[in-house]
């Protein structure tokens, strides 16, 4: 399914739509279950949301243009998972046992684009 943003597929998920997910191409839509996912805009994700993501992962502007690089090209990892998006809340880090260690494997990955 086509969205235009990630909030109105975020409206059409019956759970937590993850980075993983949008990255992936798949969520679990309300009433079709597991479905491709495609956001239409010309950036995946939006400068507010880029920026929004930042601020939950503690990334410096630098990280911005890595961000946006990555999220277009990259490939998806299970703990993009933790990093989930909802219409109320906008972005947020499910944290596990090591937070800090988490976040900086999160950052890796951004910087190293892998």
């Known amino acids: 399914m086509t969205y235009k943003t990630i909030k109105n597929a975020s409206k059409a998920s019956s759970h937590t739509l993850t ?3 949008i990255m992936g191409g798949r969520f679990y839509h309300k009433t079709k279950g597991w479905t491709s996912l495609k956001i239409s805009g010309l950036d995946l994700v939006t400068s507010l949301e880029i920026n929004d993501l930042l601020d939950v992962i503690g990334g410096r502007k630098n990280y911005s ?7 277009n ?3 998806s990892y299970g703990i ?5 998006y909802d219409t109320k809340h906008g972005w947020s880090y499910c944290a596990g046992q090591d937070y800090t260690a ?3 494997t999160i950052r890796k ?6």
């Not at 243009?65 to 999220?71: A, D, E, K, W």
């Not at 993009?80 to 989930?84: A, G, I, P, V």
């Not at 990955?109 to 892998?114: A, D, P, V």
Request: aromatic residues 4%; glycine residues 8%.
């Open 73 to 75: 090209n990259g490939t």
């Open 109 to 114: 990955i951004l910087r190293e684009g892998n």
């Open 19 to 21: 980075l993983n997910n």
């Open 80 to 84: 993009l998972s933790r990093l989930t």
């Open 102 to 104: 988490e976040l900086n």
């Open 65 to 71: 243009i890595l961000l946006r690089r990555y999220i």
